[in-house]
Every structure is written in structure tokens, then in C-alpha cells.
């Protein structure tokens, strides 16, 4: 989210590459597999996924310091979505909140949507917008490949962060990080 915040310019383009290749009336669509079938999610009353660490953003070269971030999210037996998110960028001392309303897993992959609920930041105010943001745990250990970590953006063109989650965006280079410390666990 802190990187979303120096990088705005750069979320429409994000947004129009989505609408460009989406089916349906918000502007997504889930991915396929291999055969071009739909890719289907079961979601269970015990899925959930947490994390917490640092990376840093260096898409502009910059190195301007790391990203904290912290998140929870779960499906709750009744089969709704709770959890929140909060994220730090230091080098801007712009501190971001929201609480999560969606979550889709497949194997190691998580994607996590919500709305923006508290927001410190100079490039205007994303209080009750809604955000998508992906993760992918990769274990655990000196022989795992560090977890990974996607900015958290704010939603355009009308989607929503159930359109998000349903969707499960594939990887768009340059948003996605490996984290330098801490862990994502995917339970």
C-alpha cells in the first residue's frame, strides 16, 4: 500500500490492462487453467492467511526505505471474511488501515480484498475505497525462497474487492516483492 501511494500514476494503467482483458460487467474475470477451463476456489470456514514483515519498493530505483505491513484474514464459519491490514510506508510516514472483506486461496496463494478504513497519506485521501492485494507463502526455513508480497492498490473502474478476490489477478511485474524479513502463512 505505502508503494501504491508513490506509484498512483501508474494504477490506472494497472486498471485499464484489467478492463482490456476482462468478460464480465466489472471488468473481471478469473483465471484459467492450463486447458482453458474456469480454475475453481473452495473456500472453507477454516481458511486463513496471516502475515507481517518488511520489503522494500524499489520499482523507481529509489530504495526509499522498507514497508512494514501487518495482515490477518479469515472465513468465519458462517462463510463471511474478517480481518484488517495495516501498512507503513517510513520514508513517507504515511500509515494505512483497512479491514478485509474477501479472501480467495488456491495452493500458496492468497488474495485479499477489503476497504480502506484509516488513511495518513499526502497523495489524498482512500478512506472508503476498496483495495486488492496478493501474497504467496513459500514456506518456511533457510532453504525457502522468501514469501512474496504485492503492493496494496486501490480498486478502479467500479471493481469491487469481491470482484478482486473472485478474479484472483494474475502477477503484474513490478508490484510484487519478495519480503526481506518476516513471514505470510497460509493456514
Known sequence: MPGLLRRAPFVPLVAI????????????????????????????????????GHYVDDVQGTQDGWRNFAFNARVK?????????????RSLDTLIHGVVTCLAIVGNQAWIGGTFTNTSSPFGDFDGVDFGFFAIDNGSGSNSL???????????????????????????PGLFFDLESGNIKIH
Open 17 to 52: 490492462l484489467v478492463l482490456a482483458a476482462c468478460e464480465s460487467s466489472t471488468g473481471l474475470q478469473a483465471p484459467s487453467s492450463i486447458d482453458g477451463s474456469t480454475v475453481g476456489i473452495t473456500v472453507s470456514s477454516n481458511d486463513k492467511v496471516t502475515g507481517g
Open 77 to 89: 464459519p458462517d462463510g463471511s471474511v474478517d480481518g484488517q491490514i495495516q501498512l507503513k510506508n
Open 146 to 172: 522468501p514469501d512474496v508480497l504485492s503492493n496494496t492498490l486501490p480498486l478502479q473502474g467500479g471493481a469491487t474487492a469481491a470482484d478482486y478476490c473472485e478474479a484472483m489477478l494474475p502477477n503484474v
